[in-house]
């Protein structure tokens, strides 16, 4: 039987040694703590963390920070459109007014984009994916970032005279309402990062749906300054209209690509409204002749009837997606 008095006495072999502090002797002071000096012009800044860039947000990048090539092709179609204004504007394929005919692109696009980000949550549900969700803040600060390149290219062609563009942006109606519409975007783009949708909570989502009636802004911006030929405007209100529409579908027919099929002669019906409307209250224009003028497919289709049949082919397109998905999920029927 072991000596317990022995034992404790005994140092062990296999623990290591510790170090006991000597006590400070008297009338020596104590070495001074090492402390990391900061560099010159980075006192009180924060460090990047060693893994950026790869840890940065880029918009190529899903949430769990892996390469997307669906973001990353997205992406790229945002950048396109301004990548050929300025290719025309360099070799000189804007006309005689360059900055103009700019002015008049980058607001036709800011348009476009904020319909497809309006587009993605139908698609959601028609196409039974949360993939395309991915992209509809891209899409949102694309329409921005175009809206923001409209205001800068008309500030550019009044010789940056910002009193005047002022003084212009009040008293003109289009351009008031424009104004308001851009100020919508940019308050959307501002609280769309994530950080912004954890302060915000509920009220995130409230504060989205203004994007309608800036949405409706934008379209009378666009009647307002296309004048006589609204042909443009026009297919661009029909859609948004289409949108609309199914937004008050109830929920159970918002996945059905048949209640789409159904929703495209409402939607051309309601933008043929709208234009005869536009035509008969803001211009001189017989508005009856323009409204039979979609019955006659001569001079080609009219607007209205556009709309109708991007409204079809986006039904039909979804609907040879579920087949062509529905034949892949089936087993392979072997011979016996």
Excluded: C
């Amino acid at each position: 039987m072991p000596n317990d008095v022995s034992d404790r006495r005994r140092p062990d072999p296999a623990r290591p040694r510790q170090s006991v502090p000597s006590p400070p002797q008297q009338g020596v002071p104590a070495p001074p703590r090492q402390t990391a000096q900061a560099r010159p012009g980075q006192a009180g800044r924060r460090p990047f963390p060693r893994s950026f860039p790869w840890s940065f947000p880029w918009p190529w990048r899903d949430r769990g920070g892996r390469f997307s090539p669906f973001k990353a092709l997205v992406l790229l179609g945002t950048l396109l459109p301004a990548a050929w204004i300025l290719a025309l504007w360099a070799t000189d394929g804007l006309g005689s007014r360059p900055l103009t005919e700019a002015i008049h692109r980058t607001g036709l696009w800011a348009v476009r984009f904020l319909l497809l980000a309006l587009l993605v949550s139908p698609l959601r549900r028609l196409a039974d994916t949360t993939r395309v969700l991915l992209v509809r803040r891209m899409l949102g600060v694309a329409a921005m970032a175009y809206a923001l390149a409209h205001l800068g290219l008309y500030v550019a062609d009044e010789n940056f005279r910002l009193l005047h563009v002022a003084s212009e942006i009040v008293r003109r109606f289009y351009l008031t309402i424009g104004f308001v519409a851009l100020l919508g975007l940019a308050l959307l783009g501002a609280t769309s990062t994530d950080g912004w949708t954890k302060r915000l909570g509920r009220n995130w989502k409230r504060l989205q749906r203004l994007v309608y009636p800036i949405g409706v802004l934008a379209l009378l911006h666009f009647f307002l300054q296309s004048k006589a030929d609204v042909s443009e405007a026009t297919f661009a209100a029909g859609l948004f209209l289409a949108l609309m529409l199914w937004r008050l579908l109830p929920a159970r027919w918002q996945g059905s690509g048949l209640a789409l099929a159904l929703l495209a002669p409402v939607a051309t019906l309601a933008t043929a409204g709208v234009e005869y409307a536009w035509y008969a209250l803001a211009t001189r224009i017989p508005a009856q002749r323009v409204l039979w003028a979609n019955l006659d497919l001569e001079f080609g289709p009219r607007p209205a009837v556009w709309v109708g049949i991007v409204v079809l082919g986006v039904a039909a397109a979804l609907g040879a997606r579920r087949q062509v998905l529905a034949a892949a999920a089936q087993p392979p029927i072997h011979g016996t």
